[in-house]
């Protein structure tokens, strides 16, 4: 490499030499110190700026010091070699632009090698080579331009090569003259620079693109130090290029992703040298956003990484736009409850989470009784609004990992999960039932409907599919609707017969009124605070001689229709009170409640008949006696019950609202119930440490309680936990 330089630098200083000796005798009477000026000038303008102090001297005494080798050099051959070893093509014409002299590269890169071209002009050359017409038409002008400017020109010129492609040269064009002022010599030297221009046009490009893209760009540091950034990047991210600068892309992380996340992006990166995918990152003014980006890591010659390169496209638009097709394709569009295909896709799961965790699942079909008539007689928009509001209102009853689901028409699906046994289920089927016929005023009409429930469940015996469920729970609603409707029917004769054998038939239940085959347990009230007893509710169970001791679901639903149910409620408050009369005499002196249902209570004498039950009792004040009844039942003739509640304070007798929250219009219609204790319902206790909506339905009821000034008791209160989390919200009664 020192060799070829060595040898290019002096081809370099003899051309100068050369062209300045040709140049002295026009400029004879100039002084040394022209001859300074002028040959750096030259001799920069023509070869090299980087040899200025090897020539930066007189020309007088650097032509003596070079004469002898000039013409030694021209003897052997060597200058030819010497000029033929220089990078840039060399041309010398003469004043009529003919070819005198040419160098190696000048002879390549007009492809001079097989003709003559010595003595030619470059029309002449031209129509020698009609390919290269325009490389030799092109010179005439700029060469023209020199002789008329007396001076170095410097240009730039482009002709097509050898291999097709275009050419560019950088031209410098030094004209010459004799004593006259006449042409004498031309000499061009051309440095092809296509390579360069290319190179420029790519960073040109490569700064437009990165400038104007649509996506945004970040370039980092290997320490992930921001470098640079394009205009996209603040328009997505909203940090300007300054304030990108020097930072981290930290500054954009939306803690969406784990630790396991980012690991997995720089394995890929360092193993790969890119990574795509889609990251959830945040932009300055918090909002977060999804983005499709691609990293690329940028090595040198070594492997050694250099930068990383950043792409990415804000798809936050896309994400919500496939959201909503999402939501129509697996959503129900009146109701936004799922629709069959997510029920379908729900159900497998719940199935199969059912049965690893060894728990029962309830499928349950349901449809509205006398819808149809409400939608014919008032029109489909009134029917889609009831619709809407039932609804809502099933939903609300439902636990939150229940499924509610539309199948279409007045046909729903509620699927019910973490059942520890089949009897679970009959609280939350209740409240199904009571939400779907809560009374629904629309356009100032009042609308009612109710439901008929098919119930099956699973696992069974055999294995079966998601589908012969939803068929099973079908057929088992047609037979809830054959026996009556507003009811709920289990599928599976086996099944059937374990649940409606509890409740055997009404003639047996009334020999078990008779035979004192009903018996009560008390179970206390207590005062978390202080941990006294401060009453006991009356709790019915029926001793069955085969059976044994069977709850209140058991055989109660099948007789709150029947004349049967009042005639057992007012044994319930007839024992109750025996049992407060003994304990009175005992020196146990303690308020009872009993759970009044409101087939008993809607009865036109039920106060005249309480009085008449408190009177056979005189030992027992009224005021100990306090009667339970569910949110729902009161709100079934709300203006009624008031009335029947008040009544009964005008004798003594208090009232309490059991299930308190689970009905639909709880809040609302509160202030119409003067009773002096809301009881709430255990499936919102139940869940409150691990379900946040219970928790804050719990919050809520206390709230509202103490608005109100009623007294708060909770039901199913199992832990220690519950009972200390329940005095921090100020309930003390479980």
Not at 455 to 483: C, G, H, N, S, W
């Amino acid at each position: 490499m020192m060799v070829v330089t060595s040898v290019t630098i002096l081809a370099s200083e003899l051309v100068t030499m050369l062209m300045i000796g040709a140049l002295q005798p026009i400029f004879k009477n100039r002084g040394p110190l022209f001859w300074v000026i002028l040959d750096p000038i030259v001799f920069s303008a023509l070869i090299f700026p980087a040899l200025y102090a090897l020539i930066f001297r007189p020309i007088r005494t650097r032509q003596a010091e070079f004469k002898d080798q000039i013409e030694i050099l021209r003897d052997d051959g060597q200058f030819t070699a010497l000029m033929d070893a220089m990078p840039d093509a060399v041309f010398l014409k003469d004043g009529e632009g003919r070819y005198l002299v040419t160098n190696e590269s000048a002879q390549q890169m007009f492809q001079l090698h097989n003709i003559s071209w010595q003595g030619k002009t470059e029309m002449e050359l031209a129509a020698l080579r009609p390919a290269f017409c325009a490389a030799h038409e092109h010179p005439v002008t700029g060469d023209e331009a020199a002789w008329l400017a007396g001076h170095l020109l410097l240009s730039e010129e482009r002709f097509i090569g050898k291999e097709g492609q275009y050419v560019t040269t950088e031209t410098r064009k030094m004209p010459m003259f004799d004593e006259t002022g006449q042409r004498k010599k031309m000499v061009v030297i051309q440095r092809d620079m296509t390579e360069r221009k290319q190179s420029e046009e790519k960073l040109r490009l490569a700064d437009t693109v990165f400038t104007h893209a649509r996506e945004g760009i970040m370039i980092t540091a290997p320490d992930g130090t921001i470098i640079d950034v394009n205009d996209a990047f603040t328009l997505t991210t909203g940090y300007t290029r300054d304030e990108a600068l020097g930072q981290n892309p930290r500054i954009l992380n939306s803690k969406l992703q784990g630790e396991a996340f980012y690991a997995s992006m720089w394995r890929d990166l360092n193993e790969n040298g890119y990574w795509h995918g889609e990251i959830w990152n945040r932009r300055k003014n918090s909002e977060v956003y999804a983005e499709r980006l691609t990293i690329s890591a940028l090595r040198d010659a070594q492997g050694n990484i250099q930068q990383y390169v950043a792409l990415f496209s804000d798809i936050s638009a896309l994400k919500r736009h496939a959201q909503q097709l999402e939501h129509i394709t697996l959503y129900d569009t009146l109701t936004g409850l799922p629709n069959r295909v997510q029920l379908a896709d729900q159900l497998h799961r719940d199935m199969v989470e059912a049965k690893r965790c060894g728990q029962r699942l309830a499928v349950t079909y349901l449809d509205l009784d006398g819808f149809k008539p409400v939608n014919d007689h008032y029109g489909h928009d009134v029917g889609d609004q009831l619709l809407m509001t039932v609804a809502a209102r099933m939903k609300q009853v439902l636990h939150k990992n229940d499924t509610l689901a539309r199948m279409g028409g007045d046909e729903f699906v509620a699927v019910l999960g973490n059942l520890d046994d089949i009897e679970a289920s009959a609280s939350t089927l209740t409240r199904l039932l009571a939400a779907a016929a809560q009374p629904i005023y629309i356009n100032n009409t009042l609308l009612q409907v109710s439901a008929s429930l098919g119930v099956t469940f699973y696992p069974q015996e055999e294995d079966i599919e998601a589908d012969q469920l939803l068929r099973q729970a079908d057929q088992a609603m047609y037979q809830a609707k054959l026996t009556g409707k507003n009811r709920y029917h289990v599928f599976d004769a086996v099944r059937d017969r374990e649940i409606h054998g509890q409740h055997e038939s009404l003639i047996r239940l009334r020999r078990a009124l008779t035979e004192h085959e009903f018996i009560l347990h008390y179970q206390p009230k207590v005062n978390m605070r202080t941990g006294t007893v401060v009453g006991a509710e009356a709790l019915i169970r029926w001793q069955h001689p085969e059976r044994g001791l069977l709850p209140p679901a058991a055989f109660l639903p099948l007789i709150e229709n029947h004349p049967l149910f009042i005639e057992v409620g007012e044994w319930v408050i007839d024992t109750a009170l025996t049992q407060m009369e003994i304990w009175h005499a005992a020196g146990l002196d303690i308020p009872v409640s009993v759970n009044v249902g409101a087939r008993q209570l809607q009865q036109v004498d039920f106060v005249e008949r309480l009085h008449t039950l408190l009177t056979a009792h005189p030992n027992v004040k009224p005021g100990k006696l306090e009667l339970e009844v569910l949110e729902t039942s009161a709100l079934e003739d709300l203006i009624r019950i008031s009335q029947i509640i008040e009544d009964c304070r005008q004798i003594g007798v208090l009232f309490s609202l059991d299930d308190f929250g689970t009905g639909y219009s709880s809040l609302s219609y509160l202030k119409h119930l003067r009773v002096a204790l809301l009881k709430i319902d255990q499936s919102f206790v139940r869940d409150m440490l691990g379900d946040p909506d219970d928790l804050a339905i719990l919050d809520g009821v206390i709230g509202l309680a103490t608005a109100f000034q009623r007294k708060v008791i909770a039901e199913g209160v199992e832990t220690v936990e519950h009972g200390e989390l329940l005095l921090q919200l100020g309930c003390e009664l479980a």
